[in-house]
């Protein structure tokens, strides 16, 4: 029954150029013809379990229980298991490198879980393994179908075996709190990993003027509710629509004007704090 | 009921680098799980108000009549409202920046509009607010679901004040009328703003040479009914299949042979007219 | 019915910068509402026949059986057909140019055939006729929707003067096979149109060094079973997940370490053989 099929949001690294994106989805219906599908995005950079991880669980709020489909597994044709998860919020499905650790944490934490090993849960390939399309799409399928409970993709796997995905935390020190940036998205917007409570208790508030240390570099920079509080070109931090500090330009880029890379430490601190110099 | 949810179109700068335009389609998905969500297309140069327009009036007699859900918006973060527009057509969903006008007046024009401004209407961010994803989104799904009328959305708006979208008309001066380029498709074919009935009021049909005017450039190029008559590498004039006139070149990119892009000025005038020199 | 409507699998080489994918999709959903549509790819060259057909090959199988839509058309606005096919699989509808035939036979081959030419089946344009939308769109769309049964889009073409497409097949030297590089993904592996039996007939196996000759340039590359069997950076040879022989580079691109791309000639050979040097 159309009613009882759970949608499958679909992340990848796989990119658009190809028709890997559209095999994927071509499995998809016809294993789980009444699921709706959600492309997350396909544009991780290759390999990039962080990025992935990260994004997935910017979204995960916002995408409709039932099935996260997520393929970005740079250790392909290695010995990393192939993963269904239950969680209170539905399943996920993708290797077991990390990148469904944060998301599967911030949930509710990990049910069961199990490696997709059954065969015939897979479609066979006529040669190498095309895991999306061979073993994590049909599992994914399957679960959002209901055509298989978990139990039935393959043996159980012990939650404290799996592969973590450590994020590093911002660290205080003094009146200056050393963080990195997160994330620069299309726009060139730059997300740390530095929230709102961690400037509060530098006794920072929005509205007071930050310094931002960026390798050599410091910027008095305001902390502004939006783009609307700074002159065009100028830069703000803020609250970001993720709840992260930010730094953004008014139309303009970020990332270039502060020469800011996914990664590169960032620190935040009053003006005229020692820390920060 | 399935039946009654009605299609959502959507349009926006976001590109697909990211999870932004993903994630708009998670949120339209919990709300609106019935929806079919077509994606009109999400590269329109950032925050290019003109060229969203354009394609929003170039396509939306092709797109299922229901929710036309347009997020192209850089002055987000200023006072500009977000607004819910019912038409003929159905209901158009975006910023108060014109990107809307030309679709809603080609569509027969607006009936009641209303700001998004009920905090119920919206999805309450952790930090700033993604209006596709807090505002636009939800606003387009509740409409789309017929989970509230517009009427719940916010306070009516006078259609009086709307931002107007001011698109250029063609000139004529003697034998010869002046435009401009509208728009480059990404095959190098130049959509002009001069329609063939302009051309006709010139004395020119199909089968004429015209005078093609550009910058200093001067060019003698057939007006043709389909590629397939002039040579290939060749340069053709042609009503396309938007109903206006364009500069095509078979096999070819008519942007770099003739160095045009959107907004540059388009003389045409019959062979030998004065007023094309 | 809903469940009655057939699911499309729709390709262009339209790219997504533009709103032309999106238009297509408009009128999928107008023409024929209850159907899924899957976004096959949309990134194959501008007017490609050749990697359009092998995409659509490589793929078919994963589709669901319903409407493959297939729009690559570098003949646009000359004297070629466009068509409806029928198969044991369901429908292909593509311009007459070969871009459908790998598939069609593949797939059992070619029952009934028509020309789309009645004008009911098609949208009226204001200009040029953008046959996406107006012609192949319209025809997918009636026949996922059984409005319009195959006959009564246009008259009876005979198989046999459809336009073929010719694929080269891999030749044997003595001790060496040659081939050609078939198709370079996204992430630089390249498939060859070499078939595991192909080297078999060589006396070769997995485990096997090949002697890969590439324009003058001579590799020792290990046939192996999977990516893991290398160290990083290495190159390996496998049989793709489609059945065909691939070189690729473990973490790296092949086509750039061997300067490999679509169409150039690949010779195998055993190690030590006189007919790859």
Do not use: C
Not at 1 to 19: K, N, R, V
Not at 174 to 196: C, K
Not at 236 to 250: K, N
């Amino acid at each position: 029954m159309a009613q009882s099929s759970l949608p499958i949001s679909f992340l990848s690294d796989f990119g658009l150029d190809d028709e890997f994106v559209g095999v994927v989805h071509g499995v998809l219906a016809k294993l789980a013809p009444d699921s709706r599908v959600i492309d997350v995005g396909h544009s991780t950079p290759r390999g990039d379990i962080r990025a992935a991880a990260l994004t997935l669980t910017r979204a995960i709020q916002y995408l409709p229980e039932g099935v996260a489909l997520v393929v970005v597994d740079p250790g392909v044709g290695t010995e990393r298991k192939a993963l269904a998860v239950e969680s209170e919020w539905g399943f996920f499905v993708g290797p077991d490198n990390g990148v469904l650790s944060p998301a599967v944490a911030m949930t509710g934490g990990a049910g069961r879980i199990v490696a997709i090993e059954n065969p015939e849960a897979r479609i066979p390939s006529p040669g190498a393994t095309f895991h999306g399309r061979d073993v994590f799409g049909p599992a994914a399928a399957l679960l959002a179908s209901g055509e298989a409970p978990i139990g039935e993709l393959g043996p159980p796997v012990d939650p404290d075996t799996l592969h973590p995905l450590l994020l590093p935390l911002p660290e205080s020190q003094g009146a200056a709190v050393t963080g990195e940036a997160w994330w620069v998205d299309g726009f060139g917007n730059v997300q740390t990993n530095i929230g709102p409570d961690d400037l509060a208790r530098l006794g920072l508030e929005p509205g007071s003027a930050v310094t931002v240390k960026v390798g050599a570099g410091l910027h008095s920079i305001p902390w502004v509710a939006t783009y609307g509080d700074v002159g065009p070109g100028e830069p703000l931090l803020h609250v970001d629509s993720s709840g992260l500090m930010a730094i953004a330009v008014r139309e303009g880029r970020a990332d270039e004007e502060l020469n800011l890379s996914s990664g590169v430490a960032v620190t935040l601190a009053g003006r005229g704090s020692r820390s920060a110099e």
